[in-house]
């Protein structure tokens, strides 16, 4: 089904987050064994006036973690993208919603790790406009901060990152 998704161009990245090379997605998992090679992705959630956290489940045709719970939108930066560029764009193709960079509060970024080669940038959009489900999803619900983590607890599964954002977007809205 995302057949597309195979043939775009990632920039492949150095532990500084300096663009060095490229790579079709389709082989992006050969940088598992090349460390000091990682990729960019994006991550958010989406939160109501009310506080509520919009969190959908990805299409069972999705070739990473089919079926599982997601974020509110995320995707891999694509050749030549910045982060604001691609928080745009997955806003837009994930949730049919136009926004601008300076619509996104920064959360954390996290570093590439031992199990994850990617520099992950993670985002909250508060707003009022509803989004519309993508062909990426299946289904979505709203759900307050603090239900979060049981919701994906009880869910199984989740993409595993979501996990550690959950933790870092309930500290966040606590400070």
């Avoid at 057949?3 to 940088?31: A, F, G, P, W």
């Amino acid at each position: 089904m995302f057949e597309h998704e195979e043939k775009e161009r990632l920039d492949v990245v150095d532990h500084n987050d300096t663009v060095i090379d490229s790579i079709l997605r389709r082989d992006m998992m050969q940088l598992r064994d090349t460390p000091g090679r990682y990729l960019r992705v994006i991550e958010l959630f989406l939160q109501r006036p009310n506080g509520d956290i919009y969190l959908p489940r990805r299409s069972t045709e999705k070739k990473l973690f089919p079926g599982s719970l997601d974020h509110s939108a995320a995707g891999h930066m694509l050749q030549g993208e910045s982060y604001d560029t691609a928080l745009v764009r997955e806003t837009r193709e994930e949730l049919c919603i136009d926004t601008a960079p300076s619509d996104f509060v920064f959360v954390k970024k996290f570093t590439p790790s031992k199990d994850l080669f990617y520099f992950r940038n993670f985002y909250l959009l508060r707003s009022s406009q509803e989004p519309q489900l993508s062909d990426e999803h299946t289904e979505a619900v709203w759900l307050p901060p603090s239900q979060l983590q049981l919701f994906v607890d009880r869910d199984v599964p989740a993409k595993h990152t979501l996990y550690e954002d959950i933790s870092e977007l309930i500290n966040f809205l606590a400070r």
